[in-house]
């Protein structure tokens, strides 16, 4: 119990940097979400169930044209067929005896910045952990999106475009210093970079969605990597 309750704490620790920034980049969503039309509970409800700001947005856009709900559907899978990659990775960091109940809920909070820490933390993953990041971020993209969605056309244009700039800030404040340590993680995040730009400039490849994109690169970066780096768990263990 006391070792659940440390990994709790350790999580809520770790997970404020996180709610901040969902903080403000949901106070966007919220009040694009009243903009589009959505009711504040309506926005709020959206925000507590999906926690995916691309999807959000996207959705947003889907709403506004009035399209089926078979295309929003379709969307929405495309946007977030990532976060399948992204808890595969997790469930490999659980312990095997992990109840299916713990991991069913551990998926929930799947985002890419809980991601990012989860899988930066060493040895196993604890769920409670997860729970701590979640008990912090969800909080913060859901109120973020209640104020916003509340505060309507307060702000002017440019300081929306600020607030949008600021889920890939903190999205580097979490890569950024595991990889200043490890040559490997840097080469991988650089390659991954330089992999997304050519797709997003050649004619063909930019032709495809942003969320089959990032399953591609995703499969080839992470794939060459653990076959070129393979993981030694027998020392980490040791």
């Given at each position: 119990m006391k070792d659940q309750?440390?990994?709790?704490?350790?999580?809520?620790?770790?997970?404020?940097p996180i709610g901040l920034g969902y903080l403000a980049v949901s106070?966007?969503?919220?009040i694009m979400a009243a903009g589009a039309g959505l009711s504040i509970p309506e926005s709020v409800f959206m925000s507590l169930t999906n926690l995916t700001s691309a999807g959000q947005f996207a959705g947003l856009g889907i709403i506004q044209s009035g399209a089926s709900l078979l295309e929003m559907a379709m969307t929405q899978l495309v946007i977030n067929l990532r976060y399948c990659l992204m808890s595969c990775s997790l469930s490999q960091k659980l312990d095997n005896h992990i109840p299916f109940a713990h991991r069913?809920?551990?998926?929930?909070?799947?985002?890419?910045?809980i991601f990012g820490v989860s899988v930066c933390r060493p040895g196993v993953l604890s769920p409670f952990y997860s729970y701590g990041l979640m008990a912090v971020a969800v909080p913060g993209w859901t109120i973020g999106t209640l104020l916003g969605a509340i505060s309507g056309d307060l702000l002017p244009g440019r300081l929306l475009s600020a607030l949008n700039v600021a889920l890939y800030g903190m999205f580097l404040a979490v890569v950024i210093p595991p990889a200043r340590g490890d040559r490997i993680l840097t080469g991988v995040i650089l390659t991954a970079m330089a992999l997304s730009l050519i797709f997003h400039c050649l004619p063909?490849?930019?032709?495809?969605?942003?969320?089959?994109?990032?399953?591609?690169?995703?499969?080839l970066i992470a794939g060459a990597a653990a076959f070129l780096f393979p993981h030694k768990e027998d020392a980490d263990h040791a």
């Amino acid at each position: 119990m006391k070792d659940q309750l440390l990994q709790f704490r350790c999580g809520l620790t770790d997970g404020i940097p996180i709610g901040l920034g969902y903080l403000a980049v949901s106070f966007t969503f919220g009040i694009m979400a009243a903009g589009a039309g959505l009711s504040i509970p309506e926005s709020v409800f959206m925000s507590l169930t999906n926690l995916t700001s691309a999807g959000q947005f996207a959705g947003l856009g889907i709403i506004q044209s009035g399209a089926s709900l078979l295309e929003m559907a379709m969307t929405q899978l495309v946007i977030n067929l990532r976060y399948c990659l992204m808890s595969c990775s997790l469930s490999q960091k659980l312990d095997n005896h992990i109840p299916f109940a713990h991991r069913l809920l551990v998926s929930y909070g799947v985002t890419d910045e809980i991601f990012g820490v989860s899988v930066c933390r060493p040895g196993v993953l604890s769920p409670f952990y997860s729970y701590g990041l979640m008990a912090v971020a969800v909080p913060g993209w859901t109120i973020g999106t209640l104020l916003g969605a509340i505060s309507g056309d307060l702000l002017p244009g440019r300081l929306l475009s600020a607030l949008n700039v600021a889920l890939y800030g903190m999205f580097l404040a979490v890569v950024i210093p595991p990889a200043r340590g490890d040559r490997i993680l840097t080469g991988v995040i650089l390659t991954a970079m330089a992999l997304s730009l050519i797709f997003h400039c050649l004619p063909v490849l930019r032709d495809i969605s942003s969320g089959f994109q990032i399953i591609i690169l995703t499969v080839l970066i992470a794939g060459a990597a653990a076959f070129l780096f393979p993981h030694k768990e027998d020392a980490d263990h040791a």
